[in-house]
């Protein structure tokens, strides 16, 4: 083994030691990892996607919209079902976004008081 080797393997170590403590330190708590901030606004709209999609097939009847539609059908439903799960909970009335499920149901909702409102055209 040569010296570049022996330098090699060194730090191949210490980068091994490092993960391990930022391991550890993220599993106490002690470390917040820096968000992508464009990471959480796709995952925004992926879940709003999923959400509106299902909210769409859920409820019967024909709805005419696009891709973008479905979208913000399901981050609005997000927040209606952040609001819902905050008024359930002990805690304060808060419209914050809720997790699939809750973007769910209130995608549900949403599309069914769309509906009630007068959002589509009736022939």
Request: net charge positive; proline share 4%; aromatic share 4%.
């Amino acid at each position: 083994m040569h010296p570049g080797q022996k330098m090699h393997a060194a730090r191949g170590t210490a980068n091994v030691v490092g993960r391990r403590r930022a391991l550890t330190q993220r599993i106490r708590g002690g470390y917040a990892p820096r968000e992508d901030p464009h990471m959480g606004i796709i995952g925004f709209i992926i879940v709003g996607l999923i959400a509106g999609f299902i909210a769409r097939a859920v409820v019967p009847g024909k709805d005419h919209m696009g891709v973008i539609a479905t979208i913000i059908l399901g981050i609005v439903g997000s927040f209606i079902g952040g609001f819902l799960g905050s008024l359930i909970q002990d805690g304060p009335a808060d419209l914050t976004a809720s997790g699939i499920i809750g973007s769910i149901i209130g995608a549900i909702i949403a599309l069914l008081v769309w509906r009630q409102v007068g959002g589509r055209s009736r022939v």
